[in-house]
């Protein structure tokens, strides 16, 4: 029997636009998907269980897909928790992913903590989450083997984890140091499929030049965010937070709650701007009153949380 846990994640720069390769931050946050996995004892068991039901591709995409692919011994019984409220932006189905992938590292006779054991979980769990959603990149994922900060950028640069290549995309995937902020992220408690928001930019995205020429400014920004990071300049970090939820607004996946906790949260905020796939889900806003925010967002509608930042990656918890 094997535990592991993985973390969510927030995403500060460059959602749906890293998906056509262009460059995000995220950082892992410390609410984290557990899961406890066993083979199944008895001679008659057939099929992979979750929570006491039989896998099955309509219910548990993640699990069948990341089964199919990376597992041919008995079936297995698996128990899952998590603190990562569902198809709420938190990256709840990366995290997911990764913890199985890492469970079936540990159960295959591996570890989690073997030399480019994390990589292997990172890119197993990419493939799952692209094949569930037809088109992926691999920030979810990434960030929730490694932990910490992940940064992609089109190019290679210091604090290199990875490149990773799909069709026309590619990413270098880089470990980067977590900054002295504080967050708040705000849920909507409106609940949006990855998959369809994808689909929804993609279908944008090969009809209109303005949506392809909003999604390199998300690249802009991003890269501008990680020079401000790296400055701990919190005020341009913040201007480019709501330079970036514009430009996620224009791409046509913001919610009208969304945009009703970004604006509440902004008067307490350096910046705020939807976070993950958008059209629901959840904000985050960078503040250095972060009582004051979480208020805002409550009376606003909205579900805060308090979130520490820079947790580690996927890990084998204690038996
Ligand atoms: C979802 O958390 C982030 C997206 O950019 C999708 C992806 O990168 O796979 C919307």
Redesign the pocket.
């Known amino acids: 029997m094997v535990q592991t846990s993985a973390p969510g994640?927030v995403?500060l720069f460059?959602?749906?636009?890293?998906?056509y390769g262009e460059s995000?931050i995220a950082l892992a946050v410390s609410l984290r998907f557990r899961m406890r996995v066993e083979t199944r004892t008895s001679n008659r068991a057939r099929s992979h269980r979750v929570d006491g039901r039989r896998v099955d591709t309509g219910h548990h995409a993640y699990f069948a897909h990341a089964l199919a692919a990376n597992w041919t011994g008995a079936p297995l019984e698996m128990r899952t928790r998590s603190e990562i409220p569902s198809a709420s932006?938190m990256?709840s189905s990366?995290a997911l992913a990764v913890s199985l992938l890492g469970a079936l590292t540990e159960l295959g006779g591996g570890s989690i903590e073997g030399e480019g054991a994390r990589e292997r979980i990172a890119r197993a769990a990419f493939e799952t989450?692209y094949s569930v959603?037809g088109?992926?990149?691999?920030?979810?994922t990434s960030t929730a083997a490694f932990g910490q900060g992940v940064l992609l950028a089109k190019q290679a640069m210091p604090g290199l984890l990875m490149h990773v290549q799909r069709g026309a995309a590619e990413w270098y995937v880089h470990s980067i140091k977590v900054p002295r902020l504080n967050i708040v992220v705000g849920y909507t408690g409106e609940k949006s499929g990855?998959a369809d928001?994808?689909g929804k930019?993609r279908k944008a995205y090969e009809r209109s030049a303005f949506i392809r020429d909003t999604v390199k400014e998300i690249g802009k920004v991003t890269m501008e965010g990680l020079t401000a990071l790296e400055r701990e300049d919190v005020a341009r970090l913040g201007e480019l937070m709501d330079r970036n939820h514009q430009l996620l607004y224009n791409l046509g996946?913001s919610h009208p709650k969304l945009d009703r906790l970004v604006a509440a949260a902004r008067p307490y905020s350096h910046g705020a701007k939807l976070t993950?796939?958008?059209g629901g889900g959840s904000m985050v806003a960078i503040t250095d009153e972060p009582e004051e925010v979480a208020r805002a967002i409550k009376a606003a509608g909205g579900e805060p949380y308090i979130a520490k930042i820079g947790a580690p990656g996927v890990s084998r918890d204690g038996d």
Not at 14 to 19: C, L, P, R
Request: hydrophobic share 40%; glycine share 18%; aromatic share 0%.
């Open positions: 994640k995403i460059g959602e749906h636009a890293v998906v995000a932006g990256g990366a989450e959603q088109r992926a990149s691999p920030t979810d990855t928001m994808v930019v996946v993950g796939k958008g």
